[in-house]
């Protein structure tokens, strides 16, 4: 990259493109107020107050009615000296004031430039970025509020305390190392033996979250599925509540897998509706088939239809061929049947479509399942959220491990099996980003949008 990261004073618009009221266009970097206060009548005085100007090109040309806000270093979001030029929105003012800055020497920001600034300044740690992410991306009221608690630093604490311990527990063996000679030792052995046990047991503890934390991050993954023309797709829009899948009495309607976000007491569920499975010899079908085949065995619940018991049967044996998950087994179109005829037995939900019996309790067998196989939805707790913390934290209980079955052995010098702490160290440290930070920030950044 040919940009000098860090010393430019970068400018973007921090909204999205398209019309609307206001917009905003970030500045920061150490001359921001030097680039921006030529342009600015007023210039804003105080740090922090907001200043209604008028913003003027040199030549004088008038750009817009803005209303400013300076931040001086280090007390603003990136920590450094920043402005927020909140204009009109629209296709026009905001590239107009964004234009001005940069004729003025500001560089266009690179996607999530500025929360990478926070980060390198010490503002947020990475988890903390990770966060302010996933709050922009969040879909669902729950994922949401995981990544305001996440941005609000309750998983970095949690992560800090696991990491003091791994240091408290290094000083206990440092000490058993230093004073060998001591028999009985001022550290008895079962008491670096129990510490390390807590110790991987409060990391378990943490990795066991990342069911529920990317499951409501990302959504748990809804799939129904079941023979051609069983009412899946119209089971699919009776859940949502509008008509977004095409629906038709002819067998092989849908061909390609549609998604649409819902809520299942308060579970974010990724709802999927599938082509249905049958052999078949329509290329674009059974290209349809292969796509509904991969989806449910991704799938973190499965909705399987049948309008009858035999193609019930049948699409449940299907499915638990290709998926552990749990199955909810639904008989469709029972407006069709008389409630006093219905054979189904045990744990089969009669649905309709047409009347809507059954849809409501749908959802919340759907949000029981994913609390028996994930954990309870819970705010309170920190809970982490993507592969990436649970690679580190799994890495790290290893080495915690490690530590305890050389120690113990005494297959090693404590001071060799002492090594394994300061590496589990390390991979917490590289999780909260204290170590190597740039290169994990360029993998945490990668999806970011501009003017982050
Ligand atoms: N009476 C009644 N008819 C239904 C119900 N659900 C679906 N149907 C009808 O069944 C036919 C097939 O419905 P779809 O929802 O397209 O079925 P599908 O399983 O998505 O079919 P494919 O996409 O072809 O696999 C349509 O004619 C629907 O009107 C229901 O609850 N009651
Ligand atoms: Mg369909």
């Not at 990391?203 to 069983?230: D, Q, Y």
């Not at 809520?263 to 796509?291: F, H, N, Q």
């Not at 934290?393 to 404590?414: I, T």
Request: with cysteine; glycine share 8%.
């Amino acid at each position: 990259m040919s940009v000098a990261l860090g010393r430019d004073t970068i400018v973007a618009i921090a909204t999205p493109p398209g019309r609307g009221a206001l917009a905003m266009v970030r500045l920061s970097g150490e001359r921001a107020m030097e680039i921006a206060a030529p342009l600015l009548h007023p210039c804003p005085a105080e740090p922090r107050h907001a200043t209604h100007s008028r913003m003027r090109a040199r030549d004088g040309t008038e750009l817009d009615d803005v209303v400013v806000v300076w931040y001086r270093a280090p007390h603003s979001f990136t920590g450094e000296n920043a402005l927020e030029v909140t204009c009109h929105g629209g296709a026009v003012s905001p590239s107009l004031v964004m234009a001005a800055l940069v004729a003025e020497g500001a560089r266009p920001a690179l996607p999530g430039e500025f929360t990478r600034r926070a980060v390198l300044n010490g503002r947020i740690d990475i988890i903390q970025a990770e966060a302010v992410g996933d709050v922009i991306d969040a879909g669902t009221h729950a994922a949401q509020r995981v990544a305001l608690a996440q941005l609000d630093g309750g998983l970095s604490r949690r992560i800090g305390t696991l990491r003091d311990h791994v240091l408290e527990l290094e000083a206990l063996a440092a000490y058993d190392i230093d004073f060998p000679e001591e028999d009985d030792g001022p550290v008895p052995r079962d008491r670096i033996a129990a510490a390390t046990d807590r110790l991987t047991s409060a990391i378990e503890a943490l990795i066991a979250t990342s069911a529920i934390g990317e499951a409501v991050r990302a959504g748990a993954v809804v799939v129904i599925c079941g023979a051609p023309n069983v009412g899946k797709s119209s089971l699919f829009n009776a859940l949502l509540g509008r008509r977004r899948a095409i629906v038709t009495d002819i067998p092989g309607t849908t061909r390609d897998a549609l998604e649409a976000v819902i809520d299942a007491d308060g579970w974010p569920i990724r709802l999927v509706d599938t082509a249905g499975l049958r052999d078949s010899s329509d290329t674009v079908e059974r290209l349809g088939i292969e796509i509904s085949r991969d989806y449910v065995g991704a799938a973190d619940v499965l909705l399987v239809c049948g309008d009858d018991d035999a193609s019930l049967a049948a699409a449940d044996r299907a499915a638990a061929e290709l998926s552990l998950a749990p199955r909810l087994l639904l008989r469709t179109k029972c407006d069709l049947v008389d409630a006093a005829r219905r054979t189904a037995v045990g744990t089969v939900r009669h649905v309709s479509a047409e009347t809507g019996e059954g849809i409501g309790e749908l959802l919340h067998d759907v949000a029981a399942r994913l609390e028996s196989s994930k954990g309870r939805l819970s705010f309170d707790a920190p809970v982490i959220t993507r592969e990436r913390h649970r690679v580190a934290l799994s890495a790290a209980r290893d080495e915690v491990r490690a530590f305890r079955d050389a120690f113990m052995a005494d297959a090693v010098p404590p001071v060799v099996a002492a090594v394994h702490l300061r590496e589990a160290t390390r991979k917490l440290e590289e999780l909260i980003g204290a170590v190597d930070v740039e290169d994990v920030l360029d993998r945490v950044f990668s999806s970011f949008c501009v003017g982050k």
